[in-house]
Nanobody, 118 residues
Framework: QVQVVESGGGLVQPGGSLRLSCAASGTFSRINVGGWYRQAPGKQRELVAEIRSGVMPNYADSVKGRFTISRDNAKNTVYLQMNSLKTEDTAVYYC????????????WGQGTQVTVSS
């Protein structure tokens, strides 16, 4: 079994920054894919950023130039640095990882609230 725990959400003013962390623990050999999704009230869950082994990260157009996804393989942790936050970034942010243990398995975190408001 694999546990995925997000942290780092909170309340921030427009123009501010937050750094989200996603720590995966349990039985697996490596994280192949790490992704951040978000879901605002009344909207569908959408991909924010994704990082895969050996390829450039992928970002939603709405966050390009403001958000940066990264990973620390030694800590089995995926990060999302969010700068120049806007009110429309307000949502619950979810981490998704695909880990390798024989084959690939996907797991979601429980979500962390990000609220951008003055």
């Amino acid at each position: 079994q694999v546990q995925v725990v997000e942290s780092g959400g909170g309340l921030v003013q427009p123009g501010g920054s937050l750094r989200l962390s996603c720590a995966a623990s349990g039985t697996f050999s490596r994280i192949n894919v790490g992704g951040w999704y978000r879901q605002a009230p009344g909207k569908q869950r959408e991909l924010v950023a994704e990082i895969r082994s050996g390829v450039m990260p992928n970002y939603a157009d709405s966050v390009k130039g403001r958000f940066t996804i990264s990973r620390d393989n030694a800590k089995n942790t995926v990060y999302l640095q969010m700068n120049s936050l806007k009110t429309e970034d307000t949502a619950v942010y979810y981490c998704y990882v695909m880990v390798q243990w024989g084959r690939e398995y996907g797991y979601w975190g429980q979500g962390t609230q990000v609220t951008v408001s003055s």
